[in-house]
Every structure is written in structure tokens, then in C-alpha cells.
């Protein structure tokens, strides 16, 4: 069952993923929604581990940041909700979609 309360869209974005301090990876969205986001990749961060994302848009728009937590694995790599997105970084995320 599925319990998203955002559609997700297919959406190919450049992503870095940072742990605390000592972690910090590449990857790219399979996915994005206003709520979270799917990512192709092979590491997959233990569930429920909180995380820096930034998103690295096409030219013409500023990247995103925002904290996540992993919800779900896939075959293909990981699920990320987004934890207390503001206003702001909502409205960036729309115009992604113009």
C-alpha cells in the first residue's frame, strides 16, 4: 500500500546527500514530489537516518536545500521524505516542475 499524499513525478536531478560531518555522496532523483523524493543509487542509508540534500537544478534556478529521512528501500536505491520544508523551498520546488 502505498501512503504518499504527494504525486510523485518522474524528475532526473543531480543530488548530493550529506550525513553529519563524514558522510556525503552523489546521486541522482529517480522521482520528486513536494514531500520527498526517490534516488538511483547503490549506498542506501540505514531507515529513518536524517540527512542534508541539496539539489542541483538545471542553469536558471538556484539549487535546493533541504533535511530528509530515509522511509523506504528499492531495488533501484532509496526513498527520502523531506522534514519541515519551508515556504520558500516549496515554491522552488514547484518551479522546478514550469
Known sequence: MDNRT???LEFKIG???????????????RDLSLGGLGV???????????CDITLHPMSGH????????VVRHTEEGMGLVFLH???ETLIQLCDLFM
Do not use: C, H, M, W
Open 40 to 50: 538511483a543509487s547503490e549506498n542506501r542509508l540505514p531507515l529513518q537516518t536524517e
Open 85 to 87: 520544508p519551508t515556504k
Open 15 to 29: 543530488l548530493e546527500i550529506r550525513v553529519g560531518d563524514y558522510q556525503t555522496f552523489s546521486v541522482e532523483t
Open 6 to 8: 504527494n504525486t510523485r
Open 62 to 69: 538556484s539549487t535546493i536545500a533541504l533535511e530528509a529521512a
